[in-house]
């Protein structure tokens, strides 16, 4: 079973912050896309064994926890992760929640008046629902073809997800879908949220991978707060 994944500060008398973490802690065997190897982190060097200092070793996808994918994930000549304009990820973001407990399709999403240049971060019930358990979860919610299609012709400048794909596992015709509608529409991909702490509105997003050179893909930390 998962272990806590709580959001913000526990540190005894700090004062209390308006951020919200939203993104998933790096651990040993956490949930991860069915057919990968699990990411593997574990501390090497321990002061309580004799040690003089703590050392962690991480051996991790590109794709591990809550990442970003570039457009060069699936395409060719597509920015890498190096590539990220920081201004994309840094700024105002609207959490949307979405009801249908199957698919995020373009009727629902008719009804947010999406406006172009958006941010949006998408609450389905896979935040409180595929996070308690660190095997991967084969029926999340994710988004339909014309989904996609409809927030590329939108414009929108991110698309995040509470779970690590926002196309099907089961349906690899809607993965490659999904994600290159996204990308053809100018928007960069958030995968691997956990808005469980989060409701729908306003928010300012801080979201920022690390510099992986020529990477498809990199793990992010990712932070809100109200507006």
């Known amino acids: 079973m998962a272990k806590d994944i709580g959001t913000g500060s526990k540190e005894v008398g700090a004062p209390k912050s ?26 090497i060097h321990d002061v309580d064994k004799g040690d003089r200092a703590p050392l962690w070793e ?31 990820m840094v700024g105002p973001a609207r959490v949307i929640e979405i009801k249908d407990t199957e698919t ?21 019930i896979n935040s409180s629902k595929a996070y308690q ?27 995040g997800l509470d779970y690590i794909a926002v196309g099907s596992h089961k349906d690899i015709d809607n993965l490659f879908e999904v994600h290159n509608a996204l990308f053809d529409g100018g928007a960069w991909i958030i995968e691997g949220l956990n808005l469980s702490a989060v409701k729908a509105g306003q928010y300012e997003l801080i979201c920022l991978p690390l510099r992986l050179e020529r990477g498809d893909a990199c793990p992010a930390r990712a932070i809100v707060r109200p507006l």
């Open 133 to 159: 358990t660190d095997e991967f979860y084969e029926d999340y919610v994710f988004f339909t073809g014309e989904a996609a299609h409809f927030l590329a012709d939108k414009k929108v400048k991110v698309v």
């Open 58 to 88: 991480m051996t991790i996808r590109s794709h591990t926890g809550t990442h970003i994918d570039a457009p060069r994930h699936f395409k060719r000549d597509g920015a890498t992760i190096d590539e990220l304009p920081l201004d994309i």
């Open 104 to 124: 995020i399709k373009p009727e629902e999403l008719a009804a947010h008046n999406i406006q172009p240049g958006e941010r949006l971060l998408f609450k389905t």
């Open 18 to 43: 308006k951020w919200i973490d939203i993104s998933l802690p790096l651990r040993n065997a956490m949930v991860h896309w069915s057919t990968d190897d699990p990411p593997r982190v574990e501390q």
